[in-house]
């Protein structure tokens, strides 16, 4: 069985599921924050818009260093600017994943923060975990909604608000 078919179809899904969260966000509440040390709508949303770009970042490169300082998240000021970038990460990822071979998935990719080596993975576990992270965030965003008392969509079949 070849992983990168499967990969591509949670890819897609996923997907699916994610833009119905962030096309929900009310644009008047992108700086709320349910607590200080939580992130802002607009962050957590941007931070869930990239992740698909993740995928692409496995296979073209072979670390993440973040004492390097190099990220800079996108500026996204409303939803279709959020949905713009979410598909613009989206078709980077996928496509790269669309075009890479099995082994292209074995190599190793370090997370570190300079000389500290956070984690270890094979890049397919990089994308893996991005897909989690995707998941992960996709779930904070949705108790920030409920806080907000937005309706959430369904994820894995109806939610509360759809029954």
């Given at each position: 069985m070849k992983i990168i078919?499967?990969?591509?179809?949670?890819?897609?899904?996923?997907?699916?599921?994610?833009?119905?969260?962030?096309?929900?966000?009310?644009?008047?509440?992108?700086?709320?924050?349910?607590?200080?040390?939580?992130?802002?709508?607009?962050?957590?949303?941007?931070?869930?818009?990239?992740?698909?770009?993740?995928?692409?970042?496995?296979?073209?490169?072979?670390?993440?260093?973040?004492?390097?300082?190099?990220y800079k998240p996108a500026v996204i000021n409303n939803n279709a600017e959020l949905l713009a970038y979410f598909e613009k990460c989206y078709a980077e990822g996928y496509n790269r994943l669309a075009a890479a071979t099995e082994d292209d998935l074995l190599p190793k990719w370090t997370l570190r923060s300079g000389e500290h080596i956070i984690q270890v993975y094979t890049k397919a576990e990089v994308i893996r975990v991005a897909f989690s992270q995707t998941t992960h965030h996709r779930a904070q965003l949705g108790v920030f909604l409920r806080l907000l008392d937005v309706p959430i969509p369904g994820s894995y079949g109806p939610s509360a608000d759809e029954m």
């Amino acid at each position: 069985m070849k992983i990168i078919p499967m990969l591509l179809k949670e890819m897609e899904q996923e997907a699916q599921t994610t833009r119905k969260m962030l096309s929900i966000i009310p644009e008047d509440k992108y700086d709320w924050q349910p607590h200080v040390k939580s992130m802002t709508v607009r962050r957590l949303a941007t931070h869930i818009a990239e992740l698909p770009g993740w995928v692409d970042m496995a296979l073209i490169t072979n670390e993440l260093d973040f004492a390097k300082g190099d990220y800079k998240p996108a500026v996204i000021n409303n939803n279709a600017e959020l949905l713009a970038y979410f598909e613009k990460c989206y078709a980077e990822g996928y496509n790269r994943l669309a075009a890479a071979t099995e082994d292209d998935l074995l190599p190793k990719w370090t997370l570190r923060s300079g000389e500290h080596i956070i984690q270890v993975y094979t890049k397919a576990e990089v994308i893996r975990v991005a897909f989690s992270q995707t998941t992960h965030h996709r779930a904070q965003l949705g108790v920030f909604l409920r806080l907000l008392d937005v309706p959430i969509p369904g994820s894995y079949g109806p939610s509360a608000d759809e029954m």
